[in-house]
């Protein structure tokens, strides 16, 4: 009872800081629109195998990955454990990243993944709108569009060549920004979702 009511606090705690600077309030709106929802297992097998055949992801290489509003930390987990490649997961929900930290330590408890591997995930919380892209190789979203139009100015750090994977949305307005490269239509559980990879111009 105590753990649940220290979580809210800490949950509303952290959004009175982002309300306390004027210019968080429009993107702060355009957050509550974004409930927590995950990227299915299924899907995220397909976009991994298609980020390995069409866009030179490389097992164990130096190569980085980011996923902006990393949830439960399901993507960045996949990514570390089965392409072996440092993995960053970014999210502003504090309760969220306990979650993912929790995932992780039980992975290393079971010794399902050796601790080398899970050792390439790192979890930051904190504000996406925020960051500086120009490491990254691989920068991963499930948002909305709602939300993306505040996001050039963060796409602006990317670097050249770099690849951004949208689930569910497109990006609309990024001329000049972002080059649309493929279109992964998915099927299953009766339900069909698409994700567009993008190239940084
Ligand atoms: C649709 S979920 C996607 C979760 C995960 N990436 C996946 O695909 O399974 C979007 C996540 O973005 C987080 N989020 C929303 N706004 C954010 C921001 N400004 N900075 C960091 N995370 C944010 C939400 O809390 C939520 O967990």
């Known amino acids: 009872m105590y753990k649940i009511l220290e979580y809210e606090l800490i949950k509303v705690l952290s959004y009175m800081k982002l309300l306390m600077n004027k210019k968080n309030l429009i993107k702060l709106y355009s957050q509550l629109d974004l409930p927590f929802q995950e990227t299915k297992q299924l899907y995220l097998k397909e976009i991994f195998k298609t980020l390995e055949s069409k866009f030179d992801l490389q097992k164990n290489s130096t190569q980085f990955?980011?996923?902006?509003?990393?949830?439960?930390?399901?993507?960045?987990?996949?990514?570390?454990?089965?392409?072996?490649?440092?993995?960053?997961?970014?999210?502003?929900?504090?309760?969220?990243?306990?979650?993912?930290?929790?995932?992780?330590?039980?992975?290393?408890?079971?010794?399902?993944?050796?601790?080398?591997?899970?050792?390439?995930?790192?979890?930051?919380s904190g504000d996406f709108f925020e960051l500086n892209l120009k490491d990254y190789d691989f920068i991963y979203i499930f948002s909305l569009p709602t939300m993306q139009k505040y996001l050039r100015h963060v796409f602006q750090t990317i670097k050249s060549g770099a690849i951004i994977i949208s689930h569910r949305h497109p990006f609309r307005n990024f001329k000049g920004c972002l080059d649309l490269k493929f279109k992964l239509e998915h099927e299953g559980d009766n339900q069909e979702a698409t994700t567009y990879f993008y190239n940084k111009l």
């Open 65 to 124: 990955f980011i996923d902006l509003g990393s949830g439960s930390g399901q993507v960045i987990i996949y990514c570390a454990l089965n392409y072996g490649i440092r993995s960053i997961g970014v999210e502003i929900d504090p309760i969220l990243i306990k979650e993912a930290k929790y995932s992780i330590r039980l992975l290393k408890k079971s010794n399902y993944a050796k601790k080398k591997v899970l050792g390439k995930i790192t979890l930051i």
